[in-house]
């Protein structure tokens, strides 16, 4: 069955850096848009950062340019959110995205920063 598996995640001081992955199983990856999402307390879910199913595209919310970076691996069926410079308001609940003939979620993985 299709399963998008997030980790990574965790509590980390403002000016920190997490990496979060997302493995994926059970659909042909490779020819997915993948994503990632957050989802704070209290407010709607957002598009965070998104990646071509090649790699050779990506965008990004302005709130995270410059510092997010989001990366792919067919090879190993993986998506990665390389996350730098972290905020108080970064904190969430990031969730991986898959989107293509079909589209799939993963299960959320908590990114906390706090002093």
């Known amino acids: 069955q299709v399963q998008l598996v997030e980790s990574g995640g965790g509590l980390v001081q403002p000016g920190g850096s997490l990496r979060l992955s997302c493995a994926a199983s059970?659909?042909?990856?490779?020819?997915?848009?993948m994503s990632w999402y957050r989802q704070a307390p209290g407010k709607e879910r957002e598009l965070v950062a998104a990646?071509?199913?090649?790699?050779?595209?990506?965008s990004y919310a302005d709130s995270v340019k410059g510092r997010f970076t989001i990366s792919r691996d067919n090879a190993k069926n993986t998506v990665y959110l390389q996350m730098n410079s972290l905020k108080p308001e970064d904190t969430a609940v990031y969730y991986c995205?898959?989107?293509?003939?079909?589209?799939?979620w993963g299960q959320g993985t908590q990114v906390t920063v706090s002093s």
């Open positions: 990646i071509r199913s090649t790699g050779d595209s990506t």
């Open positions: 059970g659909f042909t990856f490779s020819s997915y848009v």
């Open positions: 995205n898959a989107r293509g003939v079909r589209e799939y």
